[in-house]
């Protein structure tokens, strides 16, 4: 089984446990990669998602042999077995101890922001990260669980080795592991996107599953909106059969296509969590691959514009065959410069775009003949895109207007930094749709 990234994994874990969902469990993400595979899984279930911080203990002089690890709340599992062959003093022990729990209230301050950490007794608590190598780690964190109060201790995980899940079962009461194969060499080779969990990626997970649903209203009116569950979609490109996914709320009067950019695909965590935003506001959403997997591969074909464009008009010719509503775009990165090429057709009939962290400069002249209202989304931080923005911005002929989302970086990471970006959006396509 292979992956596309995180977000994906986390959404096929999140079927596997549905049978938990009864239960009301927590969700604790092993930072850092484990919090991106928990955040779908703690949606999906309903669930609190909570970071598991937990520091491995190692003998001095010897730092790989691990005597223990500790836990927030004091807690400590300890070898005595290992203490005892060690032959290392009580002090110096003690001192290994002490550093290391300063390290953990650091890390445990940084990811939650202040917050507290979510209770676990008598809980059933879901122990999610994103691949197990040997599973020293996930075993010190499903022991520091159990000894935080937690009644029923599970451990979810894409992929891990089958000796690795064989002695992790001796530790937790379930194992839920959508992925063993014998000829296991790195978690990473699973997956197509094993690219680094940055801290403020964790850091913006945890603070919007903290924050919970942002309130839903429907479009041009005040009331609620039911977020519409996207069904699996093939979606015909131009004889091209490409996955997809896409939501009607009832009473949906527009659709906002996406392009995704820089060879994400329709799992991108950051476009997904837009999409639901705008679902909420009662806006249809389709989100599909621009490329396949194949394609993939190849890093120069994100930056192929035109043949992306190509795809995204034919996409949008077959959604309106599918449900006749006003189109909107939403690009991101290389995805934003199709969005603006597309829309740029004589006959393309493109309500509103919105670019999120895009690459408008990568449209070149055919920025000229875009008619539709543009919005062009930047953080404040990500310099370099921003002055392309800048320039993009003096070509565009129709409405445009360009917003800075400040102290943020390109990804949007950082805690509300995407929040924006949803509002922003949102208030853009409900006005113009």
């Not at 990473?188 to 209203?217: C, I, K, M």
């Not at 207007?401 to 943020?408: D, F, I, K």
Request: proline share 6%; net charge negative; aromatic share 4%.
């Amino acid at each position: 089984m292979l992956f596309t990234d995180r977000a994906d994994a986390g959404e096929r874990l999140a079927a596997a446990l549905r049978h938990l969902h009864e239960e009301r469990p927590v969700v604790l993400g092993l930072p850092r990669g484990g919090v991106p595979v928990a955040f779908p899984v703690a949606r999906a279930l309903g669930a609190p998602l909570d970071v598991i911080v937990v520091r491995k203990l190692g003998v001095p002089h010897h730092r790989e042999l691990g005597f223990g690890a500790i836990g927030e709340g004091g807690v400590r599992v300890i070898s005595e077995d290992i203490v005892r062959s060690s032959r290392v003093t009580r002090e110096d022990l003690e001192a290994v101890e002490r550093a290391e729990e300063a390290e953990l209230a650091r890390r445990a301050r940084m990811f939650r922001g202040g917050r507290p950490r979510v209770a676990l007794d008598g809980r059933t608590v879901i122990v999610v990260d994103d691949g197990i190598a040997t599973g020293a780690t996930a075993a010190a964190a499903c022991q520091v669980v159990r000894a935080q109060g937690a009644a029923r201790v599970v451990l979810a995980v894409p992929v891990a080795p089958p000796d690795a899940v064989a002695r992790l079962r001796e530790e937790t009461d379930e194992v839920v592991c959508l992925s063993a194969p014998r000829a296991f060499r790195a978690v990473g080779e699973w997956y197509r996107d094993f690219s680094q969990t940055s801290d403020e990626e964790v850091v913006s997970l945890l603070a919007q599953a903290a924050a919970g649903p942002r309130p839903a209203r429907a479009v041009g009116s005040v009331g609620a909106v039911e977020a519409a569950r996207a069904v699996e979609v093939e979606v015909d490109a131009g004889g091209l059969a490409l996955a997809g996914d896409l939501a009607l709320p009832e009473g949906a009067g527009a659709v906002v296509v996406f392009a995704h950019g820089s060879g994400s695909s329709r799992r991108s965590p950051r476009n997904r969590t837009v999409a639901a935003d705008l679902n909420r506001a009662g806006l249809g959403t389709l989100l599909f691959d621009l490329l396949t997997p194949a394609e993939e591969a190849d890093r120069a074909n994100v930056f192929d514009i035109e043949p992306l464009a190509g795809r995204l008009a034919a996409a949008t010719a077959w959604l309106r065959r599918r449900a006749p509503l006003p189109v909107g775009y939403f690009g991101a990165s290389t995805g934003a410069a199709a969005a603006l090429w597309a829309a740029s057709a004589a006959d393309a009939d493109i309500g509103a775009v919105v670019s999120r962290g895009g690459r408008p400069d990568l449209a070149g002249p055919r920025l000229a003949s875009v008619r539709a209202p543009t919005l062009l989304v930047v953080g404040g931080r990500d310099t370099t895109v921003l002055e392309l923005n800048r320039a993009a911005q003096r070509e565009l002929l129709c409405e445009t207007r360009l917003e800075v989302v400040p102290g943020a970086t390109h990804l949007f990471e950082e805690p509300g930094a995407l929040d924006e970006v949803a509002a922003l959006a949102r208030d853009w396509f409900t006005r113009h749709l």
